[in-house]
């Protein structure tokens, strides 16, 4: 359909019928005698090579040949059109009727043009004319630019072709740059072409200007060459042609072919700068090591140490180039600064020291008790914690409701902890009395939180239980964690404990409820293990203050004699110190970032010592780390010695070696790491072989009960005779075997906690 009859709505159809020749016009009237003619000797042959059995008038045919012939629709009026729609449409029926199906005759097969929906997409700045779209001036341009090129490349050629002529014509072989066409056309190797160049007369060639490589005398004979070379370019072929002198070769084919001395690079012939050959490039020996496996070889080499590498080990091979490499790495090597120890008698420095006495203890208790108030108000008391500081917390707490958690605040420090009003991770602080310097670790009662409660307790000396007395509370604390964290305690080897029976003040400080207290309590830890005469126990109120530090001022307090809470914990005997054994160090946390100590790690020697300068390994890294600093409860030391908290500054050694519950050992005397253990175990829950969690202080592994060994007496820990245990029982002994998927710092006498699911199922001695 033409353009014109889409814009109908104009009323353009009469102006149309005009253009087209008038309604009633026919192209017989039309049309000339030459046309005429045409048509009459086109109908003849039409009719002849159609044959006598078609059965189609003059006039159809005429028809078909003004249609194919002339362009009927600007020429054909548009009534006489719209006429002959449907006599076409019956003529096409009949046009087709003696052609068998699928095998029209070629010469009747017309062809279909699907006009694209969207305008060919054409290239910026109009790359294309063939569809004859204007081109914008960009186009113009670029296309004035191409022709020009297109001009000078045929140029070019026609002075490459007349070279080859008059070389060919004077019987002179050509010489220089290999023609680009004919080696294309016939690709050589190139070590041919070289063999071929070599044998030729040498030549000279003018060299291009290029910076550090042109020398004076060059400069003139350079410039007539490029005078010649320009040439070249220019369309005016009659003048004298010259060959394109050879490009300079890059730098990176100077250092493959190893081209000679600057000075001599100005005489250099054109088979020299190709020449792939013993003369012009140090032959690389591929049966030694390559450049990479030397630096590699260089780099485990010093891996085991960690220690910096004087000596670079020699390359086999006595390439010169290996041996560069080699000296460089050499040269870049950091030089790590050696730290230099004292190389000091740490017992005899111990021993000169006259130590206080120094005791870890862990509070533990069900989620509420008041464990971290009680705690708040020991440090408050003792001055540790400052008036203001204190009035600081009072406010902050006031503003988000929580002002009765002001004093718990001193040890919950997170913000988490803070608003939430429960403590979630062990909470570290330290004082002193005359005596005795404590470290408290204030363990989160939540039983989400145990394994952190694990953590803790497996570096105290003793443990303080807070039990909250207010009605109810120390029924429902019992049931909870109350009982499951002093059964933890016992079994990881605490054997002393304070219980503080808390929050007097809600029962007006009943001596009843005291006593009703104290006597379950002390039934139930005697039954976990705990010897009488290692509990003591005392009523208190944390929140007030009442017989924390000082004796309770409530008169209602009066029956209690007894000494406050602090002068049980001074009471507890001195801790005895493994000195004596080699060093062990359970990593508790791990800083990076500092400054001057940009790896440390923090914890408590469990034995032996340490001191600056000494190489310790991290196990179960295997990796060997140099004592750069020290600190002994956050104060510089040269050494420590076991029972003190520490932190060891590193250096030799990358973080990602290390981990919490790792285990720092003496290079000569490390910690073994095992897959599989047998642990004499006390049942919290019913053990069958199963899945479950290897706790030990800071350390959580995957692993599963395999076997149940043997039940064990209570008393005598002997095992009761009979058939292997099936299933062991709450509050039953049993040896079981137990495979974890990675191996762990594990020796005989370590204590772990096995818990699956969130509950603690046991926890024992490892045999
Ligand atoms: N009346 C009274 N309330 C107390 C006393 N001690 C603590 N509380 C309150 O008991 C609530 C819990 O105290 P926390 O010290 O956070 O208890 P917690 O045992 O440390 O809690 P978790 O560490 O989360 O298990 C707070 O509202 C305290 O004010 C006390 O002696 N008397």
Not at 560 to 584: M, Q, W
Not at 622 to 642: C, F, R
Request: with cysteine.
């Amino acid at each position: 359909m033409s353009r014109h009859k889409l814009v109908k709505a104009l009323d353009l159809d009469e102006e149309l019928d005009d253009f087209d020749g008038g309604a009633d016009s026919d192209y017989g009237e039309e049309v000339g005698a030459e046309d005429k003619e045409h048509l009459r000797l086109g109908t003849a042959k039409v009719r002849d090579v159609l044959g006598p059995e078609v059965s189609i008038t003059d006039r159809e045919i005429e028809d078909s040949l003004w249609h194919y012939y002339y362009d009927v629709d600007k020429t054909t009026p548009k009534k006489a059109r719209k006429q002959k729609v449907n006599s076409d449409v019956n003529k096409s029926d009949d046009f087709f009727r003696d052609s068998p199906w699928l095998n029209i005759p070629e010469d009747r097969r017309g062809e279909i043009l699907i006009e694209p929906l969207y305008p060919r997409g054409r290239l910026m700045g109009g790359s294309s004319k063939s569809d004859g779209a204007p081109k914008s001036k960009l186009a113009a341009l670029a296309a004035a630019r191409k022709k020009k090129e297109n001009q000078r490349a045929e140029d070019g050629q026609n002075a490459t072709n007349s070279v080859a002529l008059l070389d060919k014509l004077s019987g002179k072989p050509r010489q220089g740059k290999p023609d680009c066409a004919s080696d294309i056309s016939s690709p050589k190797p190139l070590i041919a072409i070289t063999e071929q160049t070599m044998n030729e007369q040498p030549r000279k060639y003018p060299r291009r200007k290029s910076k550090g490589l042109k020398s004076p005398q060059d400069d003139q004979p350079a410039k007539e060459a490029f005078k010649k070379s320009d040439s070249l370019a220019s369309p005016d072929v009659d003048k004298q042609p010259e060959i394109t002198p050879a490009a300079d070769p890059s730098v990176f084919a100077q250092t493959i072919f190893a081209a000679p001395a600057v000075s001599q690079q100005h005489d250099l012939q054109t088979s020299d700068r190709y020449v792939l050959g013993p003369d012009t490039y140090a032959e690389f020996d591929f049966a030694g090591p390559s450049p990479d496996d030397v630096v590699t070889k260089a780099q485990n080499t010093k891996r085991p140490t960690q220690k910096p590498v004087k000596q670079p080990p020699q390359p086999s091979s006595g390439d010169e180039s290996v041996n560069a490499i080699f000296q460089g790495v050499g040269v870049v090597a950091i030089e790590e600064p050696k730290v230099k120890g004292k190389n000091l008698d740490v017992m005899a420095e111990f021993e000169r020291s006259k130590p206080k006495n120094a005791a870890n203890f862990v509070v533990i208790g069900h989620v509420d008790a008041g464990k971290s108030t009680l705690m708040g108000r020991l440090l408050y008391d003792l001055k540790v914690v400052d008036q203001r500081t204190l009035d600081k917390y009072r406010k902050e707490a006031e503003r988000i409701g929580k002002a009765s958690f002001a004093l718990a605040w001193v040890l919950d420090q997170g913000t988490e902890e803070r608003s939430r009003g429960v403590t979630i991770d062990i909470a570290m602080n330290k004082f002193e009395t005359e005596s005795t310097s404590f470290t408290i670790l204030d363990a989160p009662g939540h039983r989400d939180f145990i394994p952190n409660m694990i953590a803790g307790a497996s570096q105290a000396d003793f443990a303080v239980l807070v039990i909250d007395a207010s009605t109810g509370n120390f029924e429902s604390g019992l049931k909870g964690q109350t009982k499951e964290h002093a059964l933890l305690v016992r079994s990881m080897g605490v054997q002393r404990i304070v219980i503080a029976v808390n929050k007097l003040d809600t029962i007006q400080w009943s001596q009843d409820r005291f006593d009703e207290i104290s006597q379950q309590v002390s039934a139930f830890l005697t039954t976990a293990g705990f010897l009488a005469k290692n509990l003591a126990l005392v009523p208190c109120a944390g929140l007030t203050g009442d017989n924390i530090v000082r004796k309770a001022e409530d008169p209602q307090a009066s029956w209690y004699t007894g000494a406050p809470l602090i002068s049980l914990l001074e009471s507890s005997e001195p801790v005895t110190r493994a000195l004596e054994k080699p060093l062990r160090m359970t990593v508790d946390d791990i800083f990076r970032g500092g400054v001057q100590n940009p790896l440390s790690i923090s914890g408590r020697l469990d034995a032996g010592n340490v001191q600056i300068g000494d190489t310790v390994v991290i196990m179960p890294a295997s990796q060997t780390a140099s004592i750069k600093g020290l600190e002994v409860d956050s104060e510089p030391s040269d050494w420590a010695v076991a029972g003190q908290n520490v932190i060891l500054h590193l250096a030799d050694i990358e973080a990602k070696y290390l981990k919490s519950g790792d285990v720092v050992c003496p290079p000569a005397v490390p910690i073994q790491c095992v897959t599989s253990f047998t642990v004499k175990i006390l049942a919290f829950e019913h053990i069958t072989p199963m899945h479950c969690e290897v706790h030990k202080g800071r350390l959580h592994a995957p692993g599963r009960v395999t076997k149940l060994v043997a039940q064990l007496d209570k008393a005598s820990g002997a095992a009761v005779k009979g058939k292997k245990p099936r299933l062991i029982k709450p509050g039953s002994v049993a040896r079981v075997h137990v495979e974890v998927d990675d191996p762990i710092p594990l020796e005989q006498g370590g204590r772990v906690i096995l818990r699956a699911g969130g509950e603690t199922i046991g926890a024992g001695l490892v045999e």
